[in-house]
Structures are given as structure tokens and as C-alpha cells.
């Protein structure tokens, strides 16, 4: 497969990208950016809803619904706007379940999900499961799956062990290539496409 949409088959649905954006990201950044490119490409003629969250680049910033649902297509020039910078504690555990809790009861400062169509949550990050608080893997897990809301993982393997109880299953936990000091062929961003294709389910093997 080569992460393509089918386009025969244009169901709806909403899929959240939360991404880190802190300069740690920079090593990663060109394989995330060219296959989420590569990708939304493909998703512009399906009825799919796309929002995007940031993650805080800097100490003290909150976590940032920065586009919330719109078409593929904004949410890929969204995208391409952004650059790794920065540093500070990134608080995915706080954004998954952040997004999980708006699903069971809206939230304004959150995406407006829609019901009765697939949820997909997708996490870009190498740090381990953050939280300001109390939010543990297992319970961003269950309110996950309470809101019906499947999630991948693009991480790297030293952090993998923060991130496996959360996806249903092993494939939707996926290690990022590192791009810099030298490339890989994975930082054409193939593996991510194809990855998110299998992920949604609208790809060109099924």
C-alpha cells in the first residue's frame, strides 16, 4: 500500500492530531511533516473532519487546540506552518484525555466531535506519558475507549513502554525515524502515510 485513500468509500468521520512541537522534535520532524503532507493529500475527497492540538513548545504555555475541525486540506496547510522549538514538560497524558472527556460531554475548549461516525485520536511525541496531575496511563486508556475514540502512537522505542497499554492494539503503536544527523529512507515519510492510512481505515488495501 502505498497510503492512499479510496475514495470509493467516503465515510465521515473526525480525527484529532496531537502533536509535540519542542525542539527534541526536530530530529523526528521531516518524516512526521512529509507523511502527514503525503497523506492528507489523499483524505481531501472523503467526508473525514480533521482538528489539530499542540503541544506546549515553551514552560508554562497550555496545550493549544490550534485548528479545530475543518477540511484536510486546511488542516495540512496548518501543518506546514509549523516548526519544533523550544522546550518544555509536554502533557500528552493531559491532551488524550483531555480530548477523550470533550467526546463524552462537550467542551468548548475542546473539538466539537461529532456522533455516530469513527474517532481517531493521532499522538506525535518522544517523551512519556506527561500530566500536570493525576492523569495515568490506564485512565487516559479507559476514557479513551469510553468516548469510542481509537488512538495511534508515533513515538520512539525508548519511550514505547510509557504509550503500549493505550492502543487497542500493537500496529497503532509506531516508532518515528530519526531524519538528522544523516537520513533514513523512512523520512520520506512513507511509513507515516502508510501508518495512517491503515490506521483510519480508509486505505487503498481494503
Partial sequence: CDGLV???KPRPGDLVFIIDI???MSDEWLAIHQGLDRWLLTLQ????RVAVVI???SPGESILVAHDFTSPELARLYIQTLTPSGGADEYTNDALYGLATSALGPNRNWPLWRFNVPRRAVLFTD???QTRGAVHEGLVRDTLRAANIDT????QDYVAASWDEIPLYPEWLVFLPTCYPSLSPDCDGRTV???LAGFVGESCDE
Fill in 6 to 8: 479510496d475514495e470509493s
Fill in 22 to 24: 519542542s525542539g527534541s
Fill in 55 to 57: 503541544l506546549p513548545a
Fill in 152 to 155: 495511534l502512537i508515533f513515538t
Fill in 45 to 48: 475527497q472523503t467526508n473525514w
Fill in 193 to 195: 502515510a502508510q501508518a
Fill in 127 to 129: 517523551e512519556y506519558g
